[in-house]
């Protein structure tokens, strides 16, 4: 059976953005800070070109990327990207989770789902034995761990205290053990890995 | 110049204690999970007896003591303790923050000290080059932050998700870029070292 892996980016205060976010600004105003290790430094929303993920962070990204087969985001995080400019970004199959799945784009780029519960079941099966990714946003992730359909949980913690915005865990009131399976730090970034005991 | 620490174990999603925690329950109810790392596995305030830290916690707690020459404590965490039994558990002076430094015990084993700031410089006189550690509680870090004087903070994510409590971070809306200093894991928690950028 594949493996359900939920990981998402928080900074040292628990937001995964900081206020003020939106289409194009995902992380809210100033909250670049928080994705400082996916572009390999700092960087600003306005610049015309990103850097790439280098040392521990790209390790990081090609361990995911080799055993994942699929995976699941949130509709808000689906459109914060600007739906990744109409073309699924990854070379497994995505499914946006959305109260309206009859607005799935006839691409074929996107499968929109609703639910959660769903989303990872239809995963789990185009992954073909491969893990599932669930990247977010928040939202998606406290409804998985909520449902117990995630087995790891990644917390990648950024080195800023941003004082205000979207908390990871706001409103989550289930008590869960956690199994501890490692933890390494980048120069942008630590990475804790974690078994969700269900 | 000595440096003034500050460190705080907390829940992966935030919470420095479960909801009801008070004299004799400072971690609440059902959080005597978050300080597993201290009692070198499960433990229950009921317990007659608790257990040593043991390997990298050990370690941690035994670079902690060497480095430091003075220790600040809130007085909520000072009244959640039961004062340590009216004795100071370390061997360097403990200055305690309160509205009502006139109800310091004449034991002198406590320095009551009203004001964060007045208490992390008394301690800084007091340490003699040595480093201050701040203990916490929470708000006592909070404040700490807000004011600048902590060089340094470790943040200790104890492997559980507790749906509830008192955060860390309640109500601090100040942005603080961290560097990062470290991180290691032990077998019941994951040590996080940031320096402060000021």
Same mark, same amino acid.
């Given at each position: ?26 992380? /809210? ?17 306005? %610049? ?25 985001? /949130? ?19 995505? #499914? ?13 780029? #996107?499968? #929109? ?37 995630? %087995? ?16 990871? #865990? ?29």
């Amino acid at each position: 059976m594949a493996k359900v892996i939920a990981s998402i980016t928080t900074s040292v205060d628990g937001y995964i953005a900081a206020p003020g976010d939106g289409p194009g600004r995902g992380l /809210g105003e100033g909250g670049e800070r928080l994705h400082n290790w996916v572009f390999g430094g700092p960087w600003r929303y306005e %610049d015309d070109a990103r850097g790439e993920p280098s040392g521990e962070d790209a390790v990081w990204f090609a361990e995911v990327v080799s055993r994942i087969g699929a995976v699941v985001s /949130g509709r808000s995080t689906y459109e914060a990207a600007r739906h990744w400019g109409e073309r699924n970004p990854w070379d497994v199959p995505v #499914f946006i989770v959305t109260h309206r799945p009859e607005e799935e784009p006839d691409s074929g780029e #996107f499968a #929109f789902v609703s639910g959660v519960e769903a989303a990872v079941e239809r995963a789990a099966e185009a992954a073909a034995g491969k893990d599932v990714q669930v990247m977010g946003g928040a939202e998606i992730i406290r409804q998985a761990l909520a449902a117990g359909v995630v %087995d790891e949980l990644t917390i990648i913690v950024a080195p800023v205290i941003l004082g205000g915005g979207k908390r990871l #865990f706001e409103g989550f009131s289930r008590s869960l053990d956690l199994h501890q399976l490692g933890a390494r730090q980048s120069r942008f970034a630590t990475f804790i890995d974690y078994r969700v005991k269900q």
